[in-house]
């Protein structure tokens, strides 16, 4: 199986900042990689998809980059609605797997 | 809109088997351009894909799970469903179902989750 880290585990910012979180991959997954939204309580929610496409009804202040192993997941302007869980998943190679996740707190 | 339901009898005791139906609504789970998933989610824990299938029945499972699970479909109900044998409380979680765009690959539409807890 491919193995997902992220980091932070978890990270603490204000209304208004920029955040970035980081996604590593165990093996070139050659650009198959989604983010996902978790809110409390919440059924995930896709963000991004195949690296830097935004998902449907997702704001523009979510973007994503990277290539090969390394990819991150940035949201500027940080809004009420944005604290939460981030998951980053690939999809290269069968069984999906999932990042551990991020979970971004208020400050 | 798609709509996911997940179904299920929330307690099941050690040893037993675990049956979980997705009712889907507001669309076709006839369709070649989906396959149809199962996630798990121990409490404040990571996501694990359990396994897929498509409306033709193929399935796909993580080698994690494969010796103790099984997925159906049921077209005529626009219904699928998973069967996991054998259960311990490393069981307990909150099942989703979900709709897997096979373009894509994205998991584009989620059920609300339903919590499993393996007790006795």
């Known amino acids: 199986d491919i193995q997902m880290t992220q980091s932070p585990s978890s990270v603490s910012a204000s209304v208004g900042d920029r955040v970035t979180i980081t996604c590593q991959a165990s093996?070139?997954?050659?650009?198959?990689l989604n983010w996902y939204q978790q809110q409390p309580g919440k059924a995930p929610k896709l963000l991004i998809y195949?690296?830097?496409k935004v998902g449907a009804g997702v704001p523009a202040r979510f973007s994503g980059s990277g290539s090969g192993t390394d990819f991150s997941l940035a949201i500027s302007g940080l809004q009420p609605e944005d604290f939460a869980t981030y998951y980053c998943?690939?999809?290269?190679?069968?069984?999906?797997?999932f990042g551990p996740g991020t979970r971004l707190e208020i400050k | 809109q798609v709509q996911l339901q997940e179904s299920g009898p929330g307690l099941v005791k050690p040893s037993q088997t675990l049956s979980l139906t997705c009712t889907v609504s507001?669309?076709?789970?006839?369709?070649?351009?989906?396959?149809w998933t199962w996630i798990r989610q121990p409490a404040g824990k990571a996501l694990e894909w359990i396994g897929r299938?498509?409306?033709?029945?193929?399935?796909f499972y993580n080698p994690s799970l494969r010796s103790r699970v099984s997925f159906s479909i049921d077209t005529s109900k626009n219904q699928f469903s998973l069967r996991l044998t054998s259960v311990t409380a490393a069981d307990t979680a909150m099942y989703y179902c979900?709709?897997?765009?096979?373009?894509?690959?994205?998991?584009?539409?989620w059920g609300q989750g339903t919590l499993i807890t393996v007790s006795s």
């Open positions: 998943q690939q999809y290269d190679n069968l069984p999906l797997t």
């Open positions: 093996q070139d997954i050659k650009q198959k």
């Open positions: 195949d690296v830097v």
């Open positions: 507001g669309g076709s789970i006839n369709s070649a351009s989906y396959y």
């Open positions: 299938i498509n409306n033709s029945g193929t399935t």
């Open positions: 979900a709709r897997e765009n096979n373009y894509l690959v994205t998991l584009d539409n």
